[in-house]
């Protein structure tokens, strides 16, 4: 019996479909759908009238430093979702991913695999379609062990006690003031500190409140006197708690360490609630000094070696990637 493939573009469309993580969930199609800059696909595989398969991607615009300045990239995480165990898990992902590049490439300059589960996953099929491997780190704390406590650096430890002396406390975004007034703090500490990408507003309302009957996303502070100093977002999914965004303003409140209490309050709650494993979900291309991976380690947590895949659309440019990493 072929395969069927079939294309979502928008959210009304979706028929109700099976799923386990959050990364290929309708719930993130709508957040993607509803947020400025932001254009979901979801490609889901049917055998007969019956989903066997499905993947999310993201088409966003990005600004980079050299020309072109502007692109449109596409984002997808993990390498998708699978219902049938009869089925070939290798061929569906081949399948998608030849109508996945073939859909996407006309809008895109880049196409990006990334936050992969098993790195060996799809090969063949990322060659077969002329995608390029670059190494990449995980960096993720077991929680079903030992305690996140028992877990920290000596200076970790002494960071989060000092600054819960000096003042600084913890609390859950419960309302619409408090979610803007964190998405204006943390955009300005990404953009001087991070990276130049950072979501509009709509991306934290919704992922935090469009399902209140399933917990899907929270949204940790660190206050100071009543006014947000850091803040970190934490997605659930299938077990496993993931840290999506999290920053600070480290150079104002340097005393008061809130981009550590912003990490240490999603790590906490993931053990409280019962998590499996708490993920950093951009630990970094595997270089021997890294400002953020050297950071998050302190915390307690074990890295392993991973991949991103890539697809440029100017063929020259990807070629030559291809030969450089290949």
């Known amino acids: 019996m072929p395969i069927r493939l079939t294309t979502y573009r928008k959210g009304n ?6 799923g386990y993580t959050i990364f290929n969930s309708t719930e993130l199609f709508r957040v993607y759908e509803l947020t400025r800059g932001y254009e979901p696909i979801l490609i889901v595989a049917y055998l007969e009238e019956r989903p066997v ?33 009869t089925q070939n898990r290798e061929e569906l992902f081949s399948y998608i991913l030849e109508h996945l590049t073939h859909e996407v490439l006309q809008k895109s300059f880049l196409i990006e695999f990334r936050n992969l589960d098993n790195p060996l ?28 406590l028992e877990r920290l650096s000596v200076s970790r430890k002494r960071q989060i006690n000092k600054a819960l002396k000096n003042g600084a406390y913890i609390e859950v975004a419960d309302n619409d003031k ?21 979501p509009d507003l709509n991306f934290f309302r919704l992922l935090t409140w469009q399902r209140p009957d399933k917990e899907m996303a929270k949204i940790f ?70 400002g953020y991976r050297e950071f ?6 074990k890295q392993s070696s991973t991949r991103r895949w890539f697809r ?11 030969r450089m990493y290949i």
Request: proline share 5%; hydrophobic share 40%.
């Open 13 to 18: 469309s979706i028929p109700a479909l099976p």
């Open 53 to 85: 398969a499905k993947l999310l991607a993201v088409i966003r615009k990005s600004v980079r430093l050299f020309p072109p300045s502007i692109i449109k990239r596409c984002e997808i995480y993990g390498n998708g979702e699978y219902f049938d165990e």
């Open 121 to 148: 996953f799809g090969y063949k099929a990322f060659r077969k379609n002329k995608y390029f491997p670059i190494n990449w780190l995980r960096v993720y704390n077991s929680l079903h062990s030992r305690t996140p």
């Open 178 to 198: 408090d979610i803007t007034l964190f998405s204006k703090m943390l955009k300005k500490a990404y953009s001087s500190q991070v990276r130049k990408h950072f």
């Open 221 to 290: 502070l660190v206050k100071y006197k009543d006014k947000i100093i850091g803040g970190s977002v934490c997605v659930f999914s299938n077990g496993n708690a993931y840290l999506w965004f999290s920053g600070g303003m480290r150079k104002t409140y340097a005393f008061l360490y809130p981009g550590v209490l912003a990490v240490w309050a999603a790590l906490t709650y993931a053990r409280e609630e019962g998590y499996e494993h708490f993920e950093f979900m951009d630990a970094g291309l595997p270089f021997k000094k890294h």
């Open 296 to 301: 998050i380690l302190r915390f307690g947590g």
């Open 312 to 322: 440029f659309r100017w063929k020259w440019l990807n070629k030559l990637l291809c």
